[in-house]
DNA sequence: CTGAAAGCGCTTACAG
DNA sequence: CTGAAAGCGCTTACAG
């Protein structure tokens, strides 16, 4: 349909033939340069005559030159992309990461390579480690969790990244998960909640551990009794459960749930008893990626992903093409949450 | 840690640098033999005497050899990775897609890349395209939707499929969004109700086009008046809007909606006005990825989202691999759903 | 400012 | 069954 091509011959693109990609060469011979010189120009590189830039662009153009990434990365080392090992990308959270670091790896015209994890222990992200240490620059893994993180094989000389708030042997950039908690509690508070229950996830999961912690520390610190927390497992049948729990005991006003799911099924409880929400019972959830689907909608606390996955990029490109790579002290960089407040958290109930 | 490095000197794993990767050049040098004979141990070649392969392996091992991606690729034109790319990321069922996507491809020993296209349109497509074309064996293209599929770049020889239900220029793997609304509205109408009431997306979406076709079809199938119906652009607060509209009407006892994130809002507009679900009006959504955690919880269309990943990558590899690159007849693999019933739809009311 | 030569780490014919 | 040579398409020194 262009004007320079020709599919009688079975030749386009200024007689390259269909089946064969455009090389350097061939843009070379068209524009009458050096492979040389098609390659500065390819890599932006100053040192060529304004005249013979404009050449060798019309050349590329005209045969549809791409650089070939293999050949470049062979040569110079270099691959200009990102690894990624995700944990579970069917998370909305995750997902939201994935995508945050993909459109900022892409700002920064970098590739993005995504390794799966068929089994989430140290030996299975390991294997995913060494697929992509041949091919990329800098490596991201997301919910690293409770990988024992010693068990990992950090390769020399290849820059890393992990989404964990913890400090841990590579740089981290991480949730402010604790700091969430003490919103949600702080807002219960203040509407003159005399304390705030709890229901966490696994009792392995450092994101619950965190989150009771900050749930815990606020509760201490105001003064207030700290009641029993529940434990589930992230599912809305074990807030469901936890729910059924809680419902009975009229002195429950409030309660802080560890994230959104399982404060669904908590709220589904409550329902099932007829405690009214917000009017009997408040319910402030975590992750806020349910929250406005709820009835009633959910107040709950907002975590940054896209935040998050920008400075992922933006600390793995520093090692990449900084000079930081040596024994950095790997402080976490924390990202604050917010509190989306929404009609399932109200005042106290007058009477108790 | 292990027996056989060396941190002293600054080598390890046989006396390479610790800064350098091992090459086949070094598991030669180590197991007496040509790197020819490592290649061909490394691509599981046949024509290598058992020991001599043994004592190849050994020296891989101790190196920690892994072949370099990018002179593999340059040398011998496959790269065996599949390019994805993505259209919404963060979209539930879009990672789950990709996620399936990425589990089957790693089964096939192929590596997954990720191409961010920020603007989705036919010419953010071909620059996502023309971003891959260079790296990978082939390529899915995830919700192709309201593109201009004609404007497409497809380029010769590159093998490419798209999670789509229609007879496009290339071959494609969709959901069948016709026979799941049909599913839906049969359901309904087995329970008695006289007809069934839709809640679409915005116009333009092919996805929402094909649901309304099922729905109407189905009522026209058996006899029953087809009611106007109404629009919405997926989001809760557009289905609430509708909900709103229809909940007036104590005609309406059965209402089809399209995606399950716009039945939430017209679940929460029959709450307000106090139309009981089911007892009142049954309610059925589409996709199933939030309807557990909604209340009551949500019939709906469960999309097989692992099948159409598994599916995609299939499709894809019998055209790497395989031999029907040339005008393939392209009819589209179309992938069925089911219909998950939970409590928001039940019999029809007895007085009219 | 431009070019001829070498080489990144493999694999693909071709010998033996 | 194994190896020496050539070359994939670039980029990196080194000349001019």
Same mark, same amino acid.
């Given at each position: 349909?262009?004007?320079?091509?020709?599919?009688v011959?079975?030749l386009?693109r200024?007689?390259?033939?269909?089946s064969?990609?455009?090389? %350097?060469?061939?843009?070379a011979?068209?524009?009458?340069?050096?492979t040389q010189?098609?390659?500065?120009?390819?890599?932006?590189a100053?040192?060529?005559?304004?005249?013979?830039?404009?050449?060798?662009?019309?050349?590329m153009f005209?045969?549809?030159?791409?650089?070939?990434a293999?050949a470049r990365a062979?040569?110079?080392g270099?691959t200009?992309?990102?690894?990624?090992?995700?944990? $579970?990308?069917?998370?909305?959270?995750?997902a939201?990461?994935v995508e945050?670091?993909?459109?900022?790896?892409?700002?920064?015209?970098?590739?993005?390579?995504?390794?799966?994890?068929?089994?989430w222990?140290?030996?299975?992200?390991n294997?995913a480690?060494?697929r992509?240490?041949?091919?990329v620059s800098g490596?991201v893994i997301?919910?690293?969790?409770n990988?024992?993180?010693e068990?990992?094989?950090i390769p020399?000389?290849?820059?890393?990244?992990a989404s964990?708030?913890?400090a841990?042997a590579?740089?981290?950039v991480?949730?402010d998960?604790?700091g969430?908690?003490r919103?949600?509690v702080?807002?219960?508070l203040?509407l003159?909640?005399?304390?705030?229950?709890?229901?966490?996830g696994?009792?392995?999961?450092v994101?619950?551990q965190?989150r009771?912690e900050?749930?815990r520390?606020?509760?201490?610190?105001?003064?207030r009794p700290?009641?029993?927390p529940?434990?589930?497992?992230?599912?809305?049948m074990?807030?469901y459960?936890a729910?059924?729990?809680? %419902?009975?005991?009229? $002195?429950?006003?409030?309660?802080?749930v560890?994230?959104?799911?399982?404060?669904?099924?908590?709220?589904r409880?409550?329902?099932e008893?007829?405690? $009214?929400?917000p009017?009997d019972v408040s319910?402030?959830?975590?992750d806020?990626?349910l929250a406005?689907?709820?009835?009633?909608?959910?107040?709950?606390?907002?975590?940054?992903?896209?935040?998050?996955?920008?400075?992922?990029v933006?600390?793995?490109?520093?090692q990449?093409?900084?000079?930081?790579?040596?024994?950095?002290?790997?402080?976490p960089?924390v990202?604050p949450?917010?509190?989306?407040?929404?009609?399932?958290s109200?005042p106290?109930? $007058?009477?108790?």
């Open positions: 349909m262009t004007t320079d091509t020709n599919e011959d079975g386009g200024g007689g390259i033939p269909w064969r990609r455009a090389t %350097a060469k061939d843009v011979a068209l524009a009458q340069v050096s010189t098609v390659s500065r120009v390819a890599n932006n100053d040192g060529v005559l304004p005249e013979t830039r404009a050449k060798v662009l019309e050349a005209k045969v549809g030159y791409t650089p070939n293999a062979l040569r110079s270099g200009r992309t990102i690894g990624i090992i995700p944990h $579970q990308l069917n998370t909305t959270g995750e939201h990461v945050a670091v993909s459109a900022a790896a892409h700002r920064h015209n970098y590739a993005v390579s995504l390794a799966e994890v068929p089994d222990t140290a030996s299975g992200v294997s480690i060494g992509l240490h041949q091919s490596l997301l919910g690293l969790e990988v024992e993180v068990k990992l094989h020399q000389n290849l820059p890393m990244v964990d708030n913890r841990l590579l740089p981290s991480g949730f998960q604790a969430g908690a919103l949600a702080t807002h219960l203040a003159g909640h005399k304390t705030v229950h709890f229901v966490g696994p009792e392995y999961s994101q619950s965190q009771e900050g749930w520390s606020t509760l201490v610190a105001a003064g700290v009641p029993p529940e434990v589930g497992d992230w599912t809305p074990s807030g459960a729910g059924r729990r809680l %419902a009975d005991n009229r $002195q429950v006003t409030a309660i802080f560890a994230n959104d799911e399982m404060a669904a099924g908590v709220m409880a409550l329902h008893v007829g405690r $009214q929400i009017e319910v402030v959830g975590f806020n990626v406005e689907y709820l009835w009633p909608p959910l107040t709950s606390i907002h975590q940054d992903f896209a935040k998050v996955g920008e400075t992922l933006q600390v793995l490109l520093s990449i093409e900084g000079q930081e790579n040596d024994g950095a002290p790997a402080t960089s990202i949450g917010w509190l989306e407040v929404r009609a399932s109200g106290a109930p $007058q009477s108790d």
